[in-house]
């Protein structure tokens, strides 16, 4: 089963506008991590935010945790047409081996 | 290597068959993750190495999948008399530890049941 919910499924932007993902989980975490997936590849490693932190930066990735909404967001600034791919958020549980990960957000980038 | 190497990258069995996956992860990485990803959806966890111990196989659909890794390197995802329900894309990730840094996955294998 998995454990987050990406909202939205799937977003549209433009090259240039700022990309919102939101991410909500069930269980109390460890950490919570972002992964990006190009088409047909391997997923990437973005970013990872633990549980004693608010707010991360990375780049053009911001990302924000709020632990007592259980819930997360990942902020992609100034976007580009090469950002367009899917995005998921996973989370590992305190007792927990490995990451459980949500169903994904897919982004297009238009130029 | 420098990064977690899958193969084969892509494989069609008839259903019935048995096939074997197999996952290089970096050398070094102590744990090793094997997910299941169905079409749109998220990865789903299978099972989970720490070294050449398998401490982790809650999310093995079935007994017809095994997985290996005994010399605490390389590891072979193995399903026996496949089933049309096991086309999915079968990924491999490493990590120097359960999760606290990130993993790195490979590319992954395409599985088609026919």
């Known amino acids: 089963s998995q454990q987050g919910e990406e909202d939205p499924q799937a977003l549209s932007i433009q090259e240039g506008e700022n990309a919102t993902m939101n991410c909500s989980y069930k269980t109390s975490i460890n950490n919570l991590q972002w992964y990006r997936q190009n088409s047909g590849r391997g997923l990437v490693h973005l970013i990872l935010i633990r549980s004693n932190e608010r707010e991360k930066h990375s780049g053009r990735l911001r990302v924000t945790l709020d632990t007592s909404k259980k819930s997360s967001s990942l902020l992609i600034t100034a976007s580009r047409a090469a950002d367009t791919a899917s995005y998921f958020c996973?989370?590992?549980?305190?007792?927990?081996?490995?990451?459980?990960f949500g169903k994904g957000t897919s982004l297009l980038v238009t130029p | 290597g420098a990064g977690v190497s899958q193969s084969p990258r892509y494989k069609v069995a008839k259903r019935g068959q048995d096939v074997a996956l197999r996952c290089d992860p970096i050398s070094g990485h102590v744990s090793l993750f094997w997910y299941q990803q169905a079409l749109g959806q998220g990865p789903e966890f299978l099972t989970y190495f720490q070294n050449e111990a398998q401490l982790d196989k809650s999310g093995l659909p079935s007994d017809r999948f095994f997985a290996e890794r005994p010399e605490g390197s390389v590891s072979t995802l193995k399903i026996q008399r496949t089933q049309q329900e096991d086309s999915a894309v079968y990924l491999c990730?490493?990590?120097?530890?359960?999760?606290?840094?990130?993993?790195?996955f490979g590319s992954g294998t395409r599985l088609t049941v026919v």
């Open positions: 990730a490493s990590s120097w530890d359960r999760g606290d840094y990130g993993y790195t």
């Open positions: 996973a989370t590992l549980s305190n007792s927990g081996y490995a990451l459980n």
